[in-house]
């Protein structure tokens, strides 16, 4: 009997063992070995340790907040499902989440499609969905149609075949914190949706990151949209808020096309061959950008009454700022460096550039091409090709302004009408200020110093040059085939030459103030019609032909007589 207990003592002492061997390693795996995507929390302190959330297949989930009857797809259907919960009110909101979603066979081409959804409060968090759309514009990973009140948050819809998130005809809701990308038309896609927030979203590599389509009164702000054909488009809608987003590496950073009064500021929009461009589109405000590295900065195209300040534009190819058909715009206080054109207008007229910097770009600082009455006032123009240079345009002030360390400092050609003054203008290496074919400039109060030519007009008449100090140039003035100019009450000290004129007709000079030039005023030709050396000339042209004349004479008389004496 003895025996007997003993073996029985053994073998369950071995079986134990056995199991707990089998156990232990088990429990270790479970408590080191913690599913990613659920929480977990301390059982003594009640303490988040993970933060994810568990993640199972579902079908594609349509609800439709009107559906009436039995087995009615509505709210009241959908809490009853293990991916739902809550009762619709503001305080307790119905919750969507933790579910992952391929809606290659969805019936509706969504993957989540909340309709007719008025007064329920919902989230919809933690979920993925792919593979939803199809042949049409209008399905999407997570679609809500004449809906309200719904919050879209840290959802992943992307790699889908149309939209990752569809707004249509829904307001007052919140998409924050998602990830939409890689989706064949749209990343997050709002149409005729107004008032919704559209915050901190990855959109990248779809044809569009963020596309707006009739839709007011949004905000879209902290989102990243890279590597899409535009990164952040508006058509057709006005009155939103564009703020803090990075745009970079699309084909057009963010783009505006026919939407009016939306706030465009603090983002910032690099290396697209747009950085921000406005379309047909007027009362906007672009300020406070960063737009660097693209081929165009910011670009105006038939756009009107918009103010663009602040901003910052460097590196960009071919123009900080481009102004083309583009009326009655204000720049002022942009910083534009480090382009080929600082700022360029073409055939844009009433417009202002106030207090702007244009530095180091490789051609123009400012350019106008075929523009009238522009206000370029208060910048700051150096180290440029050309400073300020006008083409075709008339009309037009320039006023106090900057303009050093160019090679041209102010430059008008073919412009007409135009006012240059109280500008400060040196040490440019060429040119302080050059007219070419211009008339009818008034050109005074200006400080001209340093030049190879302070003042130079070429064949350009009826111009005023008054009340300028220019000094220590190689030509103070110079005037070449320019008539009827008036020099006067100029203050004009230590230049090589004070006034050169040449081949001009009709100047006044008069009541200037000369000091320590080589020459004061030097003329390559005088004002009596016929000078000396012209009389000169024509005499010894007379001369010429008057013995020409006479050796022709005596050579017929001497051939005519001797005629004569021929016999008969």
């Given at each position: 009997?003895?025996?007997?207990?003993?073996?029985?003592?053994?073998?369950?002492?071995?079986?134990?063992?056995?199991?707990?061997?089998?156990?232990?390693?088990?429990?270790?795996?479970?408590?080191?070995?913690?599913?990613?995507?659920?929480?977990?929390?301390?059982?003594?302190?009640?303490?988040?340790?993970?933060?994810?959330?568990?993640?199972?297949?579902?079908?594609?989930?349509?609800?439709?907040?009107?559906?009436?009857?039995?087995?009615?797809?509505?709210?009241?259907?959908?809490?009853?499902?293990?991916?739902?919960?809550?009762?619709?009110?503001?305080?307790?909101?119905?919750?969507?989440?933790?579910?992952?979603?391929?809606?290659?066979?969805?019936?509706?081409?969504?993957?989540?499609?909340?309709?007719?959804?008025?007064?329920?409060?919902?989230?919809?968090?933690?979920?993925?969905?792919?593979?939803?759309?199809?042949?049409?514009?209008?399905?999407?990973?997570?679609?809500?149609?004449?809906?309200?009140?719904?919050?879209?948050?840290?959802?992943?819809?992307?790699?889908?075949?149309?939209?990752?998130?569809?707004?249509?005809?829904?307001?007052?809701?919140?998409?924050?914190?998602?990830?939409?990308?890689?989706?064949?038309?749209?990343?997050?896609?709002?149409?005729?949706?107004?008032?919704?927030?559209?915050?901190?979203?990855?959109?990248?590599?779809?044809?569009?990151?963020?596309?707006?389509?009739?839709?007011?009164?949004?905000?879209?702000?902290?989102?990243?949209?890279?590597?899409?054909?535009?990164?952040?488009?508006?058509?057709?809608?006005?009155?939103?808020?564009?703020?803090?987003?990075?745009?970079?590496?699309?084909?057009?950073?963010?783009?505006?096309?026919?939407?009016?009064?939306?706030?465009?500021?603090?983002?910032?929009?690099?290396?697209?061959?747009?950085?921000?461009?406005?379309?047909?589109?007027?009362?906007?405000?672009?300020?406070?950008?960063?737009?660097?590295?693209?081929?165009?900065?910011?670009?105006?195209?038939?756009?009107?009454?918009?103010?663009?300040?602040?901003?910052?534009?460097?590196?960009?190819?071919?123009?900080?700022?481009?102004?083309?058909?583009?009326?009655?715009?204000?720049?002022?206080?942009?910083?534009?460096?480090?382009?080929?054109?600082?700022?360029?207008?073409?055939?844009?007229?009433?417009?202002?550039?106030?207090?702007?910097?244009?530095?180091?770009?490789?051609?123009?600082?400012?350019?106008?091409?075929?523009?009238?009455?522009?206000?370029?006032?208060?910048?700051?123009?150096?180290?440029?090709?050309?400073?300020?240079y006008l083409y075709y345009s008339n009309a037009n002030d320039i006023?106090?302004?900057?303009?050093?360390?160019?090679?041209?400092?102010?430059?008008?050609?073919?412009?007409?009408?135009?006012?240059?003054?109280?500008?400060?203008?040196?040490?440019?290496?060429?040119?302080?200020?050059?007219?070419?074919?211009?008339y009818n400039t008034d050109i005074s109060?200006?400080?001209?110093?340093?030049?190879?030519?302070?003042?130079?007009?070429?064949?350009?008449?009826?111009?005023?040059?008054?009340?300028?100090?220019?000094?220590?140039?190689?030509?103070?003035?110079?005037?070449?085939?320019?008539?009827?100019?008036?020099?006067?009450?100029?203050?004009?000290?230590?230049?090589?030459?004070?006034?050169?004129?040449?081949?001009?007709?009709?100047?006044?000079?008069?009541?200037?103030?000369?000091?320590?030039?080589?020459?004061?005023?030097?003329?390559?030709?005088?004002?009596?019609?016929?000078?000396?050396?012209?009389?000169?000339?024509?005499?010894?042209?007379?001369?010429?032909?008057?013995?020409?004349?006479?050796?022709?004479?005596?050579?017929?008389?001497?051939?005519?007589?001797?005629?004569?004496?021929?016999?008969?």
């Amino acid at each position: 009997m003895n025996n007997k207990l003993k073996k029985i003592a053994i073998s369950a002492l071995i079986s134990s063992f056995l199991i707990f061997s089998v156990l232990i390693p088990i429990l270790i795996s479970i408590s080191y070995s913690r599913e990613s995507g659920v929480e977990y929390y301390s059982t003594q302190k009640s303490e988040l340790i993970i933060k994810s959330a568990s993640v199972t297949l579902e079908d594609p989930i349509f609800i439709d907040g009107n559906a009436s009857g039995v087995n009615a797809h509505n709210w009241s259907w959908a809490v009853t499902q293990e991916w739902c919960s809550g009762d619709g009110s503001w305080s307790t909101p119905y919750i969507i989440e933790n579910i992952t979603i391929d809606a290659i066979t969805s019936p509706t081409g969504n993957g989540i499609f909340i309709n007719n959804s008025k007064n329920d409060y919902f989230i919809i968090r933690n979920v993925k969905v792919y593979n939803a759309g199809g042949g049409t514009y209008d399905v999407g990973g997570i679609k809500l149609q004449n809906t309200s009140n719904g919050t879209l948050l840290n959802n992943n819809c992307s790699n889908n075949r149309n939209n990752g998130f569809l707004l249509f005809n829904s307001d007052n809701n919140t998409i924050s914190g998602n990830t939409a990308n890689g989706n064949f038309n749209y990343g997050i896609h709002l149409y005729f949706s107004d008032h919704n927030d559209i915050t901190e979203n990855y959109a990248n590599n779809n044809r569009e990151g963020i596309y707006l389509y009739n839709s007011d009164n949004n905000t879209i702000s902290g989102n990243i949209a890279n590597n899409n054909d535009e990164g952040i488009i508006l058509y057709d809608s006005d009155n939103n808020t564009i703020s803090r987003n990075t745009a970079n590496n699309n084909n057009e950073g963010i783009r505006i096309y026919n939407s009016n009064i939306n706030d465009i500021f603090k983002n910032i929009a690099n290396d697209n061959y747009g950085g921000i461009g406005l379309y047909f589109s007027i009362t906007n405000d672009i300020i406070n950008n960063t737009v660097n590295y693209n081929y165009d900065g910011i670009r105006l195209q038939r756009s009107d009454h918009n103010d663009i300040s602040g901003n910052t534009i460097a590196n960009n190819n071919w123009y900080g700022i481009y102004l083309h058909y583009s009326n009655r715009n204000d720049i002022f206080r942009n910083t534009a460096n480090n382009n080929d054109d600082g700022i360029h207008l073409d055939s844009s007229d009433y417009n202002t550039i106030v207090n702007n910097t244009y530095n180091n770009n490789s051609i123009y600082g400012i350019y106008l091409y075929s523009c009238i009455d522009i206000k370029i006032s208060g910048n700051t123009i150096a180290n440029n090709d050309y400073g300020i240079y006008l083409y075709y345009s008339n009309a037009n002030d320039i006023f106090n302004n900057t303009a050093n360390n160019n090679d041209y400092g102010i430059s008008l050609n073919y412009s007409y009408i135009n006012i240059i003054v109280d500008n400060t203008v040196n040490n440019n290496s060429i040119y302080g200020i050059y007219l070419y074919y211009s008339y009818n400039t008034d050109i005074s109060r200006n400080y001209v110093n340093n030049s190879w030519y302070g003042i130079h007009l070429y064949s350009s008449t009826h111009n005023d040059i008054s009340g300028n100090n220019i000094d220590n140039n190689e030509y103070g003035i110079y005037l070449d085939n320019s008539d009827d100019t008036d020099i006067v009450n100029n203050t004009i000290t230590y230049n090589n030459v004070g006034i050169y004129l040449s081949y001009c007709n009709s100047t006044e000079i008069s009541n200037n103030y000369f000091s320590g030039n080589g020459v004061d005023i030097r003329k390559l030709e005088v004002d009596d019609p016929f000078p000396i050396e012209g009389m000169l000339l024509i005499v010894l042209v007379i001369s010429i032909i008057i013995i020409i004349a006479g050796m022709i004479i005596n050579k017929r008389r001497r051939a005519r007589g001797e005629i004569q004496r021929l016999p008969k």
